[in-house]
């Protein structure tokens, strides 16, 4: 069978469930893949119905002080989030979670894993997968100041030394498709475009659980998603902000992420924006890479030219109010705001927590990292040659300042299949 064909019988398999609908709270959303892919990869017109199950208004922010409204109040939180559990153990479809920051309100999306597949398989077709690099190093975007709350946990030192050095090319590409969510001190993450408005994150940045007085957890989602991209500072103009700042619009999770804390097998996330600075920024690639490959890529070698390993980063905006920051950001908060990366290659130390589909979703690094960097890409420049492409996301840590012995101590989501499935259908839904 043809790659041709298998999407279309992957994606005849989206349109049969359409006939299933039936609860009040259930509507199924026609996503043109003509419009979407273009013509030429879908040469007649044709539609998948995606499944989106609205559960009430999400809950923001801080509960104890905003009061929000929680989901489905008259089965309360917990229905909401046994229902997430039971559709997260079902392997034959993905399963996200969509909220709608405009309205507030929030959607368990599903899809076939087929129809995933193909969507997957036509967006690489279409070259999504492919950075660009923009048109202009210029923005006239502004937006509205909006806070959220500490994002983040700590991140660590690989060898309890910080290596980081303050850059300023971040108006060169790609550096230019990476930005930072909210900011201040103590709070803020940092993301990178994958689109010209779409964002990849970690998934604690966007939905996390605030601990009760009781010593309970609360679910909340996080206010706001002002991203700034290619950000140089701390002030609010052009100086600091070449690109402007955009408001997030629509945030995603894994349902599993959103259905228990401490689901990190699935910490990712995506931001869509209420601009497109990625038309001027342009946006990196991404790829689910080969273990093997992605240690050719990425561990240094101790003979031959540069090209032989040692080609991973990682770049990010550390919030200057912790002691595991950098030191020159700590001793001067004027430079809160600024991007800082590890003077050394982003080194692989093991991969773990295997997916249903066998891929590994985690590994861990050796680049230093704090809190601020969460959610920041690790990405490579030699990508078949010379792409630039995200193949991790920034998420936990065994340690902050860490000790001498301590070296592969930072967690990275890894971008799998998965991922890209998560990046391919909201890009064509939301473009």
């Known amino acids: 069978m043809n790659t041709m064909r298998l999407i279309r019988s992957g994606l005849l398999l989206g349109l049969g469930i359409a006939a299933n609908a039936a609860c009040a709270q259930v509507e199924y959303r026609s996503l043109d893949l003509q419009a979407a892919f273009g013509s030429e990869l879908v040469p007649t017109k044709s539609h998948v119905e995606v499944r989106w199950e609205r559960f009430g208004k999400a809950r923001f922010g801080d509960i104890d002080t905003l009061g929000a409204e929680s989901p489905l109040p008259e089965g309360g939180e917990n229905e909401v989030e046994d229902r997430l559990k039971a559709v997260s153990a079902e392997l034959d479809a ?21 129809t995933a597949r193909s969507l997957r398989m036509l967006s690489a077709k279409a070259g999504w997968e492919q950075g660009y690099e923009g048109l202009a190093n210029t923005s006239t975007v502004a937006g509205a100041e909006m806070q ?4 983040g946990d700590a991140k660590g030192w690989s060898h309890g030394k910080d290596s980081r050095t303050r850059r300023f090319d971040n108006t060169s590409y790609p550096y230019r498709a990476m930005g930072q969510i909210g900011g201040g001190l103590d709070w803020g993450c940092s993301g990178t475009l994958v689109g010209r408005r779409h964002v990849l994150t970690a998934a604690h940045c966007l939905f996390g ?12 989602w996080t206010l706001g998603g002002r991203f700034r991209a290619g950000r140089e500072g701390s002030c609010n103009n052009a100086s600091c902000e070449p690109y402007g700042e955009q408001q997030g619009v629509w945030y995603y999770t ?8 401490n689901a990190w097998n699935h910490d990712y996330g995506l931001i869509v924006l209420d601009g497109t600075p990625g038309s001027q920024t342009g946006w990196l690639g991404y790829a689910a890479i080969a273990q093997g490959s992605l240690e050719d890529y990425c561990d240094k070698v101790p003979f031959g030219p540069g090209f032989l390993g040692g080609q991973c980063y990682n770049r990010g905006y550390p919030a200057c109010g912790f002691n595991e920051a950098p030191l020159e950001c700590r001793l001067n908060n004027s430079l809160q705001g600024w991007a800082y990366q590890d003077t050394q290659p982003c080194e692989i130390g093991s991969f773990g927590s295997n997916g249903a589909d066998g891929w590994a979703a985690r590994f861990s690094t050796n680049c230093d990292l704090s809190r601020g960097h969460s959610g920041s890409a690790v990405f490579t420049d030699a990508w078949n040659g010379s792409g ?18 301590d070296v592969y101590v930072n967690g990275i989501r890894r971008v799998t299949p998965e991922v890209l499935d998560m990046i391919a259908y909201f890009k064509a839904d939301k473009p």
């Open 254 to 261: 894994p349902a599993a992420w959103r259905a228990s804390r």
């Open 209 to 220: 659980w605030i601990e009760q007085d009781d010593g309970s957890f609360e679910g909340t």
């Open 94 to 114: 993905r399963h996200w979670v969509a909220v709608n920051l405009r309205t507030g309100d929030e959607y368990l999306v599903e899809l076939p894993l087929d």
């Open 388 to 405: 630039h492409v995200v193949f991790g996301v920034v998420s936990t840590q065994t340690c902050t300042t860490c000790t001498a012995s």
């Open 148 to 151: 959220m709350p500490l994002l």
